[in-house]
């Protein structure tokens, strides 16, 4: 996904960009960087692959080498950023989080307007915060290029601009990212994250909001161009990607993963006896386990630990197969926890299948006498438009595709609306077969309306679009 920070001080920064960014390596393994501007100095920026070494690590000698009154810092699972700018506007720098579904007419847009390149990275791809600085350069000032660039990319994207006087936050136009703002008395400092700057002394000031650009000073936060009226944001944020520490708009993810589960608990029943014991899948599992068991009055238990001290996160390889391995290879078993016992297992959600299923056939084998599967949220249905947390290369890697083309020939058939509806003989189908495949004793999704509701807000304010396909 990624996930940014920036720091704007009237003393040294980088001690607070250095924890506030690695207080984001959950949502990116592949690339990190920073970028400083210190008065003296000018600009200074250093990125780092860290697919194989965390990012204190790789960015250790950063701490004492770098110098600067402002700075941002990037987590990416993608492209390398921060870039550093120079054009018309002056020099910059600039980070990016989202994803840009028209790349092609862009570009053709700028080629024809006279730019002459781009830097291709490997494999052929632009990258993509090189993109939106370009989109910026069309403007006179930066104010109006961000909102050019915002106005022009379908799909999403939040930003940081690292200028000689500050920082410029922009916020998805609608918010389908979180932009946070924190304070203490001689600096602010701006977060993808909302909990990654309170260790470091900041209180929360507030969030921006969908569409929003404003100045990041250490005296303040000013509102450049005013938030718009309508927001989507991501639903999968507080199901899966958030931080449990962390609030969006208000709502913290423990909190809704709690709530998720006491209502999954609430529908549910079993043919025979209840299950001996709930348990999540770790990590993100654990909280809707832990709200499930609450509301169920069914104990709570780890018969799976996760071991991380060495072992990178599981879709960090490129090959499905690899991260399949090692998402297995960090599950260690409670083998008392596990012989003879019925056992409802949560995850967050079921995707391809095919990590659940290998756990499921794990527990198994470790004499499990029963598995009821619980995701946390519905079938996904769709790929994501808008966020880079799915890369799948065609529709039929969602398991729920998968067995709707076993069902009725395509993946893609006219009734595929019925199939999103949890009240329908179609979905019933779908998830029978998905139980069976997944050799589950019985399997029930979370529901749609259930999910929104655990998080509180509006759902015309939710993006739901992976589940149901709505814009």
Known sequence: MSGFFGVASKEDCVFDLFFGTDYHSHLGTRRAGMAVYDRGKGFDRSIHNIENS??????DSEVSEMRGQYGIGCISDYEPQPLIV???????????????????????????????????????????????????????????????????IDGSMSLLLLTPRGILAARDRLGRTPVAVGKKPEARCVSFESFAYLNLGYASERELGPGEIAAVTPEGVETLSAPGGDMKICTFLWVYYGYPTSS????????????????????????????????????????????????SGIPFSRPL?????????????????????????????????IKGRSLLLIDDSIVRGTQLRETTDFLYKHGAREVHARPA?????????????????????????????ELEGTSTPENLDSYSDPDTAEYQTMVDT????????????????????????????????CWNGEE
């Open 434 to 465: 998905i139980c069976k495949k997944m050799n589950f004793t019985s399997l029930r999704y979370h529901r749609l309306d259930d999910m929104v509701e655990s998080v509180g807000l509006p759902k015309c304010r939710l993006c739901t679009y």
């Open 86 to 152: 120079r054009s018309h506007h002056g020099t910059y720098a600039i980070v990016t989080v989202g994803k840009i579904n028209n790349t092609g007419e862009l570009v053709d847009r700028i080629f024809a307007g006279g730019h002459s390149h781009f830097m291709e990275m490997s494999g052929g791809d632009i990258n993509q915060t090189e993109l939106v600085a370009t989109l910026i350069n069309q403007k006179e000032n930066l104010l109006e290029g961000i909102r050019y660039a915002q106005e022009s």
């Open 377 to 405: 949220c519905p079938p996904p249905m769709f790929g994501c438009k808008y966020l880079n947390f799915s890369r799948s290369a065609s529709l039929d890697d969602l398991i729920s595709r998968r067995v709707i083309k």
């Open 305 to 337: 630990i996760k071991y991380t001290p060495t072992w990178p996160r599981s879709f960090m390889p490129t090959l499905q197969s690899q991260r399949d391995l090692i998402a297995h290879m960090k599950l260690i078993p409670v083998h008392e926890l």
């Open 54 to 59: 965390p990012f204190r690590t790789k960015f």
């Open 248 to 295: 969006y708009e208000g709502v913290n993810v423990e909190e809704m993963r709690y709530n998720c589960g006491a209502l999954l608990a609430k529908r549910d029943s079993f043919p025979g006896a209840r299950p001996d014991n709930v348990a999540g899948v770790p990590d993100s599992g654990t909280a809707h386990a832990v709200g499930y068991a609450n509301a």
